[in-house]
T-cell receptor, first 112, second 113 residues
Framework: DAKTTQPNSMESNEEEPVHLPCNHSTISGTDYIHWYRQLPSQGPEYVIHGLTSNVNNRMASLAIAEDRKSSTLILHRATLRDAAVYYCILRDLMGSARQLTFGSGTQLTVLP | NAGVMQNPRHLVRRRGQEARLRCSPMKGHSHVYWYRQLPEEGLKFMVY????????ESGMPKERFSAEFPKEGPSILRIQQVVRGDSAAYFC???????????FGSGTRLTVV
């Protein structure tokens, strides 16, 4: 499975944008980029996913580099409730992908 | 439309007892996944099931652990003869198909004393 690399931790101020990076230099053509987050004492939660084009939804935006070797999850206006571990995961949905494989993620701290 | 329901939320077992963890997937979801999260560690895949079938159990310990997803009723993760090292949060997720996004439950926190 293609691997992702994320910073262990990041800090942001409340009500400011947050850019969470993810490197995936060995991504294959059929790998989708998925983001999940895990709030304290809760199960993970789907955030967003994309293949080549940038994606927006009510929670966040996903910016994908032209060569697809990196991507950035953008929270437009961080709130205290966004403090969580953010996981960047590659999923080959065209192959025999069976399950999500979680790495160590980025611990986001939001400062008031 | 209720999400993924896991129960109990907290479970305390003495060493050597059995633990049964239940997971009801979202309505319309026929794919169920179990993950374990040890204290201060990441989420580790355990098993993937569809109705009445185990699709992938590559993450399950070979002994004492079993899982099922019967035609009727919730998916069950069963741990026999629990040991202290089984203390962890166990999360269940479901998806509508193999490619769909996962919806996770709130987990069962197992403590073995």
């Amino acid at each position: 499975d293609a691997k992702t690399t994320q910073p262990n931790s990041m800090e942001s101020n409340e009500e400011e944008p947050v850019h969470l990076p993810c490197n995936h230099s060995t991504i294959s053509g059929t790998d989708y980029i998925h983001w999940y987050r895990q709030l304290p004492s809760q199960g993970p939660e789907y955030v967003i996913h994309g293949l080549t084009s940038n994606v927006n939804n009510r929670m966040a935006s996903l910016a994908i580099a032209e060569d697809r070797k990196s991507s950035t999850l953008i929270l437009h206006r961080a709130t205290l409730r966004d403090a969580a571990v953010y996981y960047c995961i590659l999923r080959d949905l065209m192959g025999s992908a069976r399950q999500l494989t979680f790495g160590s993620g980025t611990q986001l701290t939001v400062l008031p | 439309n209720a999400g993924v329901m896991q129960n109990p939320r907290h479970l305390v077992r003495r060493r050597g007892q059995e633990a049964r963890l239940r997971c009801s997937p979202m309505k319309g979801h026929s794919h169920v996944y179990w993950y374990r999260q040890l204290p201060e560690e990441g989420l580790k895949f355990m098993v993937y099931l569809q109705k009445e079938n185990i699709i992938d159990e590559s993450g399950m310990p070979k002994e004492r652990f079993s899982a099922e997803f019967p035609k009727e009723g919730p998916s069950i993760l069963r741990i026999q003869q629990v040991v202290r090292g089984d203390s962890a949060a166990y999360f269940c997720a479901s998806s509508p198909d193999q490619q769909g996004a996962y919806t996770f439950g709130s987990g069962t926190r197992l403590t073995v004393v």
